[in-house]
């Protein structure tokens, strides 16, 4: 059974402090891990995705196979990053979301 | 890429009647689509997955009798709501993705409110 982890519900960052949102992942093959985002009154949509290494919004992330992890890291945050994000992972042909993290950045 | 649409965007309806929810893929050809369901303030739980032409696979403990899901053509999948209840009001969520075998294309639907009274 694939399982994504989010430890932290709520997360509160003053602006222009660094952001990390924690990730940890349980899944038996190679795993394809991707972030979300959802915006207050708008649809879910992908931030981004590990294999692509991209960085999107200032925001990246690492795949860290040995700690099965992927936190989602922004060296410094903005006001428009308050949201809900979702580390998700896909495997055995389904995406399966983490329970998500409220990102509130304080001005 | 990637979009795609749900219809209606929210839904009041009494208890014991069904209700059908679709599901679009706008620019693309879904090859697979997902049904998700949201509690306020709780992650998206997968319900099905639907393959275009087969029978969905319900994740366990989701009434596949309950939530009746069909996937007729690359572009459309509609899910029933059977009989519903109030505990079945929440947001369903759909997601069309593009390629099997790899990550693909994944898009979410806006959303669908259900509320039974």
């Known amino acids: 059974a694939q399982r994504v982890t989010q430890p932290e519900k709520l997360l509160s960052v003053f602006k222009g402090a660094p952001v990390e949102l924690k990730c940890n992942y349980s899944y038996s093959g190679s795993p394809e891990l991707f972030w979300y985002v959802q915006y207050s009154r708008q649809r879910l949509q992908l931030l981004l995705r590990?294999?692509s290494r991209e960085s999107i919004k200032g925001f990246t992330a690492d795949l860290n196979k040995g700690e099965t992890s992927f936190h989602l890291k922004k060296p410094f945050a903005q006001e428009e990053d308050s949201a809900m994000y979702y580390c998700a992972l896909f495997g055995n042909e389904k995406l399966t979301f983490g329970t998500g993290t409220r990102l509130t950045i304080i001005p | 890429g990637a979009v795609v649409s749900q219809h209606p965007s929210w839904v009041i309806c009494k208890s014991g009647t069904s209700v059908k929810i679709e599901c679009r893929s706008l620019?693309?050809?879904?090859?697979?689509m997902f049904w998700y369901r949201q509690f306020p303030k709780q992650s998206l739980m997968l319900m099905a997955t639907?393959?275009?032409?087969?029978?969905?696979?319900?994740e366990q403990g989701v009434e596949k009798d309950k939530f009746l899901i069909n996937h007729a053509s690359l572009t459309l999948s509609t899910l029933t709501v059977t009989s519903a209840h109030p505990e079945d009001s929440s947001f369903y969520i759909c997601?069309?993705?593009?390629?099997?075998?790899?990550?693909?294309?994944?898009?979410f639907g806006p959303g669908t409110r259900l509320t039974v009274t």
């Open positions: 590990h294999i």
């Open positions: 997601s069309a993705r593009v390629a099997t075998g790899t990550s693909g294309s994944q898009g």
């Open positions: 639907s393959n275009e032409g087969s029978k969905a696979t319900y």
């Open positions: 620019d693309f050809q879904a090859t697979t």
